[in-house]
Structure formats: structure tokens, C-alpha cells
């Protein structure tokens, strides 16, 4: 996976090359600014203060406050892929490790909630960095099918499509994440993901409500 680090580096319009290490100043300084205010609320400005470099170093890095956000983000999700194998690779029954691959993801998006807006802007037409967060989130995805298709061979879920089951856990975090309240904490949120994934909130008396009446089949 091709990590934020990874991207071709600025050069001035002379020429200039790059400072050594400069672009990753930025990016934790801007790292910082952005889990403090909302995307919105950012401007390039508060950046470069906390870069402590002028608005024209910042700019040659990061031709715009889209660019510096993907750029984070995108390193960011190198970052959480790294996370998510290192939970697969422990030696953790297969349902606590669903439990703890959302919590490690719902984490990280705790203060990013705006990413996901920005990324939805472009969905229509995606530019080149958008298909680079595509690109991760397949990444992303083939992991934790990995751990679900695991916990399906263990007995921990039932024998459904794990591409499709991966797609429903990532809808509910992305729901979660987009809908929370400020009132609303991480790990009762992890809960409810788990909970509902794992069990569903179905009773008995709604499951045999759902199923078909005697003698007739079941939609198709």
C-alpha cells in the first residue's frame, strides 16, 4: 500500500528541493489542528502557525486544505491497515477480534468525521487522490473479510457471503461515526456495534413474527 510518505515530494518553482523531514512536520503539526477544530473550521493559516513554517512552505507542499487533509488521512489509513493485521495476527478467539478490529476502527475516525464528508463530494467524480482512498479502504476491506471468513470457519458467524458481512460492519461504523452526538462516547459505540452485528436486536417474537407463514416460502 502506497503510504502518504510514499507520494512524490514538492519542488519549489525554482527547483528548490524539499526539506528533509519537513512534509511529516506538517503533517503531525496539521494532524493536530484537525482532531482540535472541525474540517471546516481549519484554516491553512492554523496550519502553518503550527507547522511553524510560512503559508508559502506550507502551500508548496499542499496545494490546498482538501490535499493536506487526504494526504493525513491517507497516511492515517496506512497507519489503521497496520493496526487491524496486527489484531488479526494475534492469537484472540475469532469474536474478540471483530470486537476489537471496530473498535480499533471506529477509533481512528473518532476525530475524522469530517473525511468522510469530504470524500462523498467526490464519489461522483473521483480525482486521483479519492481512487487512492479507494484503493486503501480495499486494503482495509480484505483484512477484516479475512477475520470474518476465520470466524465463520470457528463457528463464531454464521456461513454468510464475508465480502457482504464486511460491507454491513463497515455501513454500521460509517453510521455511527456520521450520526454521534457530542454526548455520545467511543466504547458504548463500539458496544452497540459489536452487539448488533454479533446478535442482531431481533426477539423471538419479531424473528418468528418475520418468518413466513406455514406452508409458504420465504421471499426469494
Keep these: 500500500m502506497r503510504s502518504a510518505s510514499a507520494l512524490p515530494q514538492p519542488r519549489g518553482s525554482r527547483g528548490r528541493p524539499p526539506t528533509p523531514g519537513l512534509r511529516d512536520t506538517i503533517l503531525r503539526a496539521a494532524e493536530q489542528v484537525f ?30 486544505k482538501r490535499a493536506l487533509y487526504l494526504a493525513l488521512t491517507l497516511e492515517g489509513i496506512g497507519r489503521l491497515r497496520d493496526a487491524l493485521e496486527a489484531v488479526v495476527r494475534t492469537d484472540d478467539p475469532p469474536a474478540r477480534k471483530i470486537e476489537q478490529l471496530v473498535r480499533r476502527t471506529l477509533g481512528f475516525f473518532w476525530e475524522r468525521r469530517g473525511f468522510f464528508a469530504l470524500i462523498h463530494q467526490r464519489e461522483i467524480k473521483p480525482d486521483a ?6 484503493a486503501q479502504r480495499a486494503s482495509l476491506a480484505a483484512v477484516v473479510e479475512d477475520a470474518l471468513r476465520a470466524a465463520i470457519a470457528a463457528g463464531d458467524l454464521r ?4 465480502r457482504l458481512a464486511t460491507e454491513m460492519l463497515f455501513g454500521m461504523m460509517r453510521g455511527v461515526n456520521r450520526y454521534r452526538t457530542r454526548e455520545d462516547a467511543l466504547e458504548p459505540c463500539v458496544e452497540a456495534v459489536v452487539d448488533v452485528f454479533m446478535r442482531g436486536i431481533a426477539t423471538p417474537t419479531g424473528l418468528e413474527r418475520l ?10
Design 159 to 162: 456461513p454468510i457471503d464475508p
Design 35 to 64: 482532531t482540535r477544530r472541525a474540517y471546516h473550521e481549519v484554516q491553512m493559516d492554523d496550519v502553518a502557525t503550527a507547522s511553524g513554517v510560512g503559508k508559502g512552505t506550507l502551500y508548496r507542499y499542499f496545494p490546498s
Design 129 to 134: 487522490d479519492v481512487r487512492d482512498w479507494f
Design 211 to 220: 418468518a413466513p407463514p406455514h406452508g409458504q416460502a420465504g421471499p426469494a
